[in-house]
């Protein structure tokens, strides 16, 4: 569900004409809904209500300190991996008890930073990790709260690079050491054991892994707890996939309903740390055409954005819905939407059926909400993009369109 819709052929974000912001702000440009983004945390947040979960957006997803205040104010945590996603964590409000590290290769001085400012819990991922926590905790005179990262060899069926809980990749504790692990941690002077975590992917669509894991866990969590080890938290991650296309993924409230029977087996409170599934649809990204060239087997549309502005099609070859801010009559074309960059992979969709389309026409690239601006760079020189948030029938800009200085900033010749 989003506020992305046509009103008499003309492509609205909530009241706003696209067009509008297009014009007014430029383009390329990533436009979010703040009603989409609090309809979506909202639905989350009512779905786990019932199991009490503790829903931490995952930043590394979209970290726009904006679109983290408006989840703030929704009672939402946040899920980051690095000390960077702390800062603009605290910087949008978010309470430091709802603040959750993951990663699996933090580094001291990152660790520093979130026990000087008691954040509620490190997700570690090795033992080595574990020795450089219990050093660092030790020499500031903190406890770290603690859950173990366990990978339950869970195939989530999506994209290999956006797979995370299979025995190959790099993530997690596997299960045959978990136990051992824990023992380990557990008797660590400055490392408070307090839950278990893994994560086995994003983009899903199917309900079962997520099962799946879930029933690994928890019988993990009982050989823990007879153990007398404390285990107060099951985090489950994130990884419920959106409709970019044709998908269907389960919603919030079937997953809940699932996972449901097998929480109630144990005395621990759920974690759920919802990235895409929040983020992703609340936001567009959007584009004007610059060129049209037939080459004569192929008809492209060069346009003003890039790979370096989304890379997820280059990236994963992902789809997006491509819809025009303004729809013209006449026949559809099959085209290669491509960008400026010098690279064959800058391409955000190929023989892609559209209305017809000139020069100085505004495309929507949809679901570009996650995994959109936070994945940009500055390749080839070029600015990132404005972001704006839209409300209602008004608009602001949340982030400006970077400048030519921008790009120099700190390349100071002397
Ligand atoms: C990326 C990530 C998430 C968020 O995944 P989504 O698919 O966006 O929900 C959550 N937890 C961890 C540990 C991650 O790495």
Known sequence: MDFFTYHNGELHCEEVPLSRIA???GT??????????????????????????????AVKSNSNIHILRVLA???IGADIVSGGELYRALKAGIPREKILFAGVGKKADEMEYALSEDIFMFNVESMEELDLLQATAKRLNKTASVALRVNPDVDARTHPYISTGLKENKFGIPMESALESYRYAHSLSCIRVRGIHCHIGSQLTAIEPFVDAFVIIKNLVRELLSENIPIEYIDMGGGLGITYDQEKPPLPTELAAAIAPHLKEVPCRLILEPGRAIAGNTGAFLTRVLFTKDNGSRKFLIVDGAMNDLARPSLY??????RPAVVREGNTEVVDIVGPVCESGDFFAKNRPLPPC???????????????????????SRPRAAEVLVSGDRYRVIRQRETYEDLTRLEELS
Do not use: K
């Open 28 to 57: 390329p440009v990533y436009v979010y809904s703040q009603r989409t983004l609090e309809r979506h945390a909202q639905v989350f947040t009512q779905a786990f209500a019932n199991l009490n979960a503790m829903i931490c957006f």
């Open 23 to 25: 014009q007014e702000v």
């Open 358 to 380: 000139h020069p100085g026409d505004i495309l929507s690239l949809m679901s570009a909400g996650a995994y959109g601006f936070t994945m940009s760079s500055n390749y080839n």
């Open 73 to 75: 104010e929704q009672g």
């Open 317 to 322: 070859g992902s789809f997006h819905d491509i």
